[in-house]
């Protein structure tokens, strides 16, 4: 069930949460001057000292907490994964917290007589929910779609009509890496990428240039979509972490800890292959490659 997968990283980067929190507020502001004229309960003005000072608190207050909140969010989402559901719950006690804080003021301000702190705090939650879920909906789908233009892709050139000499098979299929504006930024042949590193928004893609020395470049791109575009091919998942380029693998040991890829550039440490990702990993060696039988120690 996808409510247990993990979040994408692009929602709980650091210019994300800023950009959520900044929309969220702008778009209740709106929101809530509109439906003021509906509400009963609604005590929001400018003009009343009283209302005005308990109107900037109340403002003032629910900034407080979105902020708190996200930063709180930024911060523990370094220590473990965050799932879909646990966002969505995240969100809600936002939501929750800041309708109770408003049902609070909302009793000591006017004291309805016709309605009961539920009735009241419900009607708050149902304009909290559309005050901030919106938002935070709109924000998820637009960082969604910028994060899909960060991506990476293996272009093959097989079909191309040109002038030039034909190239060897190995020529023909570059790897291409891209910006959010469509940019190119990097091409290079398989042969030469050894792993991708993932570095939370980021990639860092592991390569030898011209001269045989080991580079690295960055691109904003999660290591999920390098695995999807790259499904089926030499580039496999062998941890959270790393995506090996598995024809570069000179050596699969097995540990007490687990396996580990030794990769033919000795400058480069084992790659460890969790348990999530070895079935995979090995299948390639027992069925893709079966001359190249795992070593075990």
Known sequence: ???????P??????????????????????????????????????????????????????????????LLMYRIKNLFDI?????IIWCLLEIITICGFYTGLTMGMTLPQDETIWEIFSRALLYGTIALGIPYLISGMYFAIIDKNNTIRLMSYENVVTDEPAKPES??????????????????????????ESDDNYIKVWYTDSKGDMKQ??????????????????LVRCNRKYI?????????????EGYFLDLSN???????????????VLSYFTEVQPLMDPIEE
Do not use: H
């Open 171 to 196: 020529q023909m299929n570059k790897i291409t890496l891209f910006d959010n504006s469509g940019a190119l930024k990097l091409s290079l042949s398989p042969e030469n990428l050894y792993y991708i």
């Open 244 to 256: 090996v380029n598995i024809n570069k693998v000179a050596t699969l040991r097995k540990e007490s």
């Open 217 to 234: 470049y960055m691109l904003r791109c999660r290591l999920k979509t390098v695995e999807e575009s790259f499904k089926g091919s030499g």
């Open 1 to 7: 069930m996808f409510l247990k997968d993990k979040i």
């Open 83 to 87: 799932n879909y559901l646990e966002y």
């Open 9 to 70: 990283g692009y929602l709980l980067g650091k210019y994300q949460l800023i950009g959520t929190v900044t929309f969220s507020v702008l778009f209740a502001v709106v929101f809530l001057n509109i439906s003021i004229p509906f509400s009963d309960t609604a005590w929001f003005g400018l003009g009343d000292s009283v209302m005005f000072l308990m109107t900037i608190t109340f403002i003032a207050v629910s900034i407080l907490t979105l902020i708190a909140s996200r």
């Open 266 to 280: 000795e400058s480069i440490p084992p790659l460890p292959v969790t348990k999530t990702y070895t079935d995979n």
